[in-house]
């Protein structure tokens, strides 16, 4: 059974940092592109950033370069999401994602993040 559990959320103040955690069970883990998403109070999810199997090459929305990074850990089937310099707009429920490279895609559960003014 694939379980994705996202960890690390919590409320912060603008210019501070958090570091998310997705915890990948139930897969072989090297052979997923690994995605983080998020969605704002009454908005659509989006794509954050992503870092795919193999050569690990990460991609990043517009918004979130240059503070944000991507990186995994496929010895502990782990995905992080490092970010700093948080703004008020990055508040959102964050969610990991995982597409194995045959196709296939599994969701976490989410987990909040909350940047105040």
């Known amino acids: 059974q694939v379980q994705l559990v996202e960890s690390g959320g919590g409320l912060v103040q603008a210019g501070e940092s958090l570091r998310l955690s997705c915890a990948a069970s139930?897969?072989?883990?090297?052979?997923?592109?690994m995605s983080w998403y998020r969605q704002p109070p009454g908005k659509e999810r989006e794509l954050v950033a992503y870092?795919?199997?193999?050569?690990?090459?990460?991609n990043y929305a517009d918004s979130v370069k240059g503070r944000f990074t991507i990186s995994r850990d496929n010895a502990m089937s782990l995905v992080y999401l490092q970010m700093n310099s948080l703004k008020p707009e990055d508040t959102a429920v964050y969610y990991c994602?995982?597409?194995?490279?045959?196709?296939?895609?599994?969701w976490g559960q989410g987990t909040q993040v909350t940047v105040s003014s």
């Open positions: 994602k995982a597409v194995h490279r045959w196709g296939g895609a599994h």
């Open positions: 139930g897969v072989t883990f090297s052979r997923y592109t």
């Open positions: 870092i795919t199997y193999g050569a690990g090459s990460t």
